[in-house]
């Protein structure tokens, strides 16, 4: 190692080239020197420029990386204003969710809807505006926690509601909140949460929608997944059969939900988002909120929701990067798997991910790698976009069902390029 430490300034000018703004470059200069370690210094801004947000190439077989933001949905580009809460019609002031609202609420099916950041504000913004001070009805089995911090007793507690616990956690009857509803005077709600990432198998009771709808309280289901319809009509080919027992939209809704709240990042395939829809009477409680304003998306969310919104209503499951990847068949991804000259082609299982569905596999063809080559991957070969592998066993895989096509010869390149 040199003796003598170059100059701030120089090191970080040897830089310039990373495209890294300047300040950013002196940082790191200043601490590789007083870290005696100025060699170091095009590893540490290889780190930092890694350390910024960009596109990889998704081929861990996961179809909703939670690490990878989940659905795969491009970000907007836009360079105008938008008429956001602005009426063309008739030049005055609008609102963020009428237009998106109405879109949600015929999608599924019911009055209105309205849109916030996630699934979690959309559950705290309902119990906040339906319950606070007062009781809500959930069963035992149903106080889960989902993704690690959204857990339904602090949501619920955060909102200024209180539990009122119903059933046992493998059982939970109809008549079990009755009884709860009883002997608590003041329940305002019943809230039914999907158990989303887990499964109770066995000796087990679960109370239907259309069971609790008879309680004469208004009735919230959380389905979490956003999946709109079971029957899927934007798929040509229907439903998937692993999707089968997938609490739906539309058809909660119609089993006599008053209220459905799901994210927008999941079985949905769009960005981070949360949707609350059914009756209008309801949903007007939540917009006038003051929650409603805390946990208001911005404008490319919301541009990116109508998007996806308008795929769905054109029944173009195809457009739709998530229900594409879905849909794949088996010899198309063989195909691309074996038009790549690298590694050997494989079966593989495809999982749905983000904390949906847990016991499903997708059948899925990919590539075997011999050994762990995921860290050269996930560096970018050569320039190119990182590309996040499966490591098990010591090999390294790249499941195809994941890979948008249109990045198939880009994972070439690499492929051959780590030779
Ligand atoms: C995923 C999930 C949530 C949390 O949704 P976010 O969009 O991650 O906030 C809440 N409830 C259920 C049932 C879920 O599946």
Same mark, same amino acid.
């Given at each position: 190692?040199?003796?003598?430490?170059?100059?701030?300034?120089?090191?970080?000018?040897?830089?310039?080239?990373?495209?890294?703004?300047?300040?950013?470059?002196?940082?790191?200069?200043?601490?590789?020197?007083?870290?005696?370690?100025?060699?170091?210094?095009?590893?540490?801004?290889?780190?930092?420029?890694?350390?910024?947000?960009?596109?990889?190439?998704?081929?861990?077989?996961?179809?909703?990386?939670?690490?990878?933001?989940?659905?795969?949905?491009?970000?907007?580009?836009?360079?105008?204003?938008?008429?956001?809460?602005?009426?063309?019609?008739?030049?005055?002031?609008?609102?963020?969710?009428?237009?998106?609202?109405?879109?949600?609420?015929?999608?599924?099916?019911?009055?209105?809807?309205?849109?916030?950041?996630?699934?979690?504000?959309?559950?705290?913004?309902?119990?906040?505006?339906?319950?606070?001070?007062?009781?809500?009805?959930?069963?035992?089995?149903?106080?889960?926690?989902?993704?690690?911090?959204?857990?339904?007793?602090?949501?619920?507690?955060?909102?200024?509601?209180?539990?009122?616990?119903?059933?046992?956690?493998?059982?939970?009857?109809?008549?079990?909140?009755?009884?709860?509803?009883?002997?608590?005077?003041?329940?305002?709600?019943?809230?039914?949460?999907?158990?989303?990432?887990?499964?109770?198998?066995?000796?087990?009771?679960?109370?239907?929608?259309?069971?609790?709808?008879?309680?004469?309280?208004?009735?919230?289901?959380?389905?979490?997944?956003?999946?709109?319809?079971?029957?899927?009509?934007?798929?040509?080919?229907? $439903?998937?059969?692993?999707? #089968? %027992? +997938?609490?739906?939209?539309?058809?909660?809704?119609?089993? =006599?939900?008053? *209220?459905? &709240?799901?994210?927008?990042?999941?079985?949905?395939?769009?960005?981070?988002?949360?949707?609350?829809?059914?009756?209008?009477?309801?949903?007007?409680?939540?917009?006038?909120?003051?929650?409603?304003?805390?946990?208001?998306?911005?404008?490319?969310?919301?541009?990116?929701?109508?998007?996806?919104?308008?795929?769905?209503?054109?029944?173009?499951?195809?457009?739709?990067?998530?229900?594409?990847?879905?849909?794949?068949?088996?010899?198309?991804?063989?195909?691309? $798997?074996?038009?790549?000259? #690298? %590694? +050997?082609?494989?079966?593989?299982?495809?999982?749905?991910? =983000?904390?949906? *569905?847990? &016991?499903?596999?997708?059948?899925?063809?990919?590539?075997?790698?011999?050994?762990?080559?995921?860290?050269?991957?996930?560096?970018?070969?050569?320039?190119?976009?990182?590309?996040?592998?499966?490591?098990?066993?010591?090999?390294?895989?790249?499941?195809?069902?994941?890979?948008?096509?249109?990045?198939?010869?880009?994972?070439?390149?690499?492929?051959?390029?780590?030779?």
């Amino acid at each position: 190692m040199e003796k003598k430490p170059p100059s701030v300034n120089d090191l970080a000018l040897s830089m310039q080239n990373s495209g890294i703004p300047h300040e950013l470059l002196v940082k790191e200069a200043r601490l590789a020197i007083a870290e005696g370690d100025w060699e170091s210094m095009e590893e540490r801004v290889e780190r930092l420029q890694r350390s910024f947000i960009q596109p990889v190439v998704n081929a861990t077989g996961v179809l909703l990386h939670t690490n990878l933001g989940r659905a795969s949905w491009g970000i907007p580009q836009s360079h105008f204003s938008s008429n956001i809460e602005f009426n063309l019609n008739d030049g005055n002031r609008g609102s963020r969710q009428t237009s998106i609202g109405n879109l949600f609420a015929q999608l599924c099916g019911t009055e209105s809807a309205m849109v916030v950041n996630n699934c979690s504000s959309a559950v705290l913004l309902v119990l906040s505006a339906l319950a606070t001070g007062q009781g809500v009805a959930i069963s035992r089995s149903e106080l889960v926690e989902i993704g690690g911090s959204f857990r339904v007793p602090e949501i619920l507690e955060l909102s200024g509601a209180y539990l009122v616990e119903v059933g046992t956690t493998n059982k939970t009857r109809v008549v079990d909140y009755q009884k709860a509803i009883e002997a608590h005077r003041n329940v305002a709600m019943a809230l039914k949460v999907h158990q989303s990432n887990y499964k109770i198998v066995g000796f087990t009771e679960e109370t239907t929608v259309e069971e609790l709808s008879s309680l004469n309280l208004p009735l919230v289901a959380d389905i979490g997944s956003g999946l709109l319809d079971s029957s899927c009509p934007w798929l040509s080919t229907g $439903a998937p059969e692993w999707l #089968a %027992g +997938e609490p739906a939209a539309k058809q909660t809704l119609q089993s =006599g939900a008053d *209220l459905v &709240t799901f994210s927008c990042d999941k079985l949905l395939g769009g960005p981070q988002a949360g949707i609350i829809a059914g009756k209008s009477d309801l949903i007007e409680k939540c917009l006038r909120h003051p929650f409603a304003r805390v946990l208001r998306p911005g404008s490319h969310t919301l541009v990116s929701l109508q998007e996806l919104a308008l795929r769905y209503l054109h029944r173009d499951g195809d457009k739709i990067p998530f229900w594409r990847m879905a849909c794949f068949r088996e010899d198309e991804l063989l195909l691309r $798997a074996e038009n790549i000259n #690298a %590694g +050997e082609v494989t079966t593989m299982d495809s999982v749905p991910g =983000g904390g949906t *569905l847990p &016991t499903v596999v997708i059948p899925s063809i990919g590539l075997k790698l011999p050994g762990d080559r995921s860290k050269e991957l996930r560096r970018g070969v050569n320039g190119g976009l990182p590309i996040i592998a499966r490591v098990q066993d010591g090999d390294t895989y790249l499941d195809f069902r994941t890979i948008n096509p249109d990045h198939d010869e880009l994972v070439a390149a690499a492929l051959e390029n780590l030779g």
